[in-house]
């Protein structure tokens, strides 16, 4: 009897006979050979079906095989130096589950709108799968980071009162009688876990109704917002330096086949290591004006902006010391400038823009008042949250990484549609 197996593992069955449930990629036929591309989900090999060592029944099975068509095959297993996977399976049987008609994503090339109608199907060829791989193998390294430093994962709500990052990009919903918006972060909501536990980290869905229709812009987007008791800026900038590397470095170690997949310069990400340089707002507005750009004091970065400084580094970069005024209600002012708040941008290499926002959050209970009314927010929705400066207040930091931008970056894709199996955007709900 043949074992069951799946492509990652045929390494451990060298010489057995194995069988596995997969799905014909693709198919060649050269007089009685029949060289058969399969793929399973953990993996790619390619079967080889010899007319002369199967029966006719199996080898009839083989012909039949169209794209995508479904299969239980059985053959076994060598070592091959010549394929990519280093292993190949010498078929001995094949067993149809259905075959295919017509499967409408063809070896040609189809224009982007025709595969994103088509996601449900295109997330099976071979750089959509290595794409989701390595966002699994990102989180998985995110969790470890976090495990092994005493955080606790925290899950805030999806449905809420009140906003955090601004009220223009809210999703609205009823909540019955009620209104309620769906989150944009969970910040406020891990502050008070953070008061509660000391070292935490959210990992959820976020919502912004942004009318940007950018490469790096989706409606519903991925979080990782952890947030610290007793931590200043600047060790928050040191827990963000540790934890991109980490990451990047995770994904080098794991996912050698996936990258190769997606021919990435993996000689760029070698080099996200250890400390990364820092520019304070007020210098990068210096360099982009010597640069050429038109930008006063005051007026945010955008995707050029941050590009032309990410440029100058091989590393991500930190901006830090916005100006107040087009930072978030809740960030604390420099204590030698208050025109300017204890907060970073991280930037990331290549032109992949901010991954990461954060900032040391405002402790002091009458600045935070002053805040709420500068930025006109209703007092009664933010109660709660002005506990937390009422009961025992602390130094405190926090940020949040894009999970969909660290994907795109660290696999070099273009656009972030790829990087999370169902994008919601701009025009696109479907499927
Ligand atoms: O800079 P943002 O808005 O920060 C916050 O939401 C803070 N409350 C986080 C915190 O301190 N806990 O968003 C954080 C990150 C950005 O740097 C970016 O990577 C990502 O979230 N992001 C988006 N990713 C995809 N599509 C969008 N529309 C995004 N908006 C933000
Ligand atoms: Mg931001």
Redesign the pocket.
């Known amino acids: 009897m043949a074992t069951t197996c799946v492509i990652r593992e045929v390494s451990k069955h060298v010489g057995a006979e194995v069988r596995i449930g997969c799905w014909l990629h693709n198919k060649r036929k050269s007089g009685k050979i029949q060289f058969l591309q399969l793929r399973d989900g953990t993996g790619f090999m390619q079967g080889v079906a010899v007319k002369t060592e199967l029966s006719e029944e199996a080898w009839e099975a083989a012909k039949s095989l169209t794209q995508e068509s479904s299969l239980y095959v059985t053959g076994v297993v060598r070592e091959e130096p010549r394929s990519k996977s280093g292993f190949e399976l010498t078929v001995t049987n094949v067993e149809v589950i259905q075959i295919t008609q017509d499967y409408p994503i063809t070896p040609k090339e189809h224009g982007v709108d025709f595969l994103m109608d088509h996601r449900h199907l295109w997330l099976r060829a071979p750089k959509q799968r290595a794409v989701m791989a390595i966002r699994g193998q990102i989180i998985a390294a995110v969790q470890q980071f976090f495990n092994d430093r005493g955080f606790t994962l925290m899950d805030p709500p999806i449905l809420t009162p009140s906003s955090?990052?601004g009220t223009t990009e809210l999703f609205h919903t009823k909540y019955f009688e009620e209104d309620a918006f769906l989150t944009?972060?969970g910040?406020l909501y891990?502050e008070a876990a953070a008061m509660a536990l000391g070292k935490v980290y959210s990992f959820g869905p976020t919502f912004?109704a942004?009318k940007?229709k950018t490469r790096?812009?989706?409606?519903e987007?991925w979080?990782i917002?952890p947030?610290m008791a007793f931590v200043d800026h600047d060790e928050n900038l040191r827990v963000q330096e540790q934890f991109v590397s980490h990451i990047v470095q995770s994904v080098l170690t794991n996912c050698k086949s996936e990258l190769e997949t997606l021919e990435r310069d993996t000689s760029k990400l070698e080099k996200v290591v250890g400390a990364f340089p820092r520019i304070t707002y007020d210098d990068a507005i210096k360099f982009l004006q010597e640069k050429g750009f038109d930008i006063p004091w005051g007026e945010d970065f955008g995707a050029p902006h941050e590009t032309a400084i990410a440029e100058q580094y091989e590393t991500p970069v930190f901006i830090t010391h916005y100006p107040t005024k087009i930072k978030?209600f809740y960030m604390k002012p420099d204590p030698s400038n208050p025109d300017v708040v204890l907060c970073a941008?991280m930037i990331a290499p290549e032109g992949y823009g901010?991954?990461?926002?954060?900032?040391q959050r405002i402790d002091d209970p009458e600045l935070m008042a002053e805040r709420f009314r500068e930025h006109d927010l209703a007092a009664e929705a933010y109660q709660w949250y002005m506990d937390l400066r009422k009961y025992g207040t602390v130094p405190h930091s926090?940020?949040?990484?894009?999970l969909?931008?660290t994907v795109a970056w660290i696999c070099g894709l273009d656009h972030?549609r790829e990087t999370i199996p169902f994008p919601r955007m701009l025009y696109r709900l479907y499927p």
Do not use: N, Y
């Open positions: 955090c990052e944009q972060s910040q891990m912004r942004e940007s790096r812009h989706l409606i987007f979080m917002e947030e978030a941008d901010e991954i990461i926002g954060g900032s926090g940020f949040g990484l894009g969909e931008r972030v």
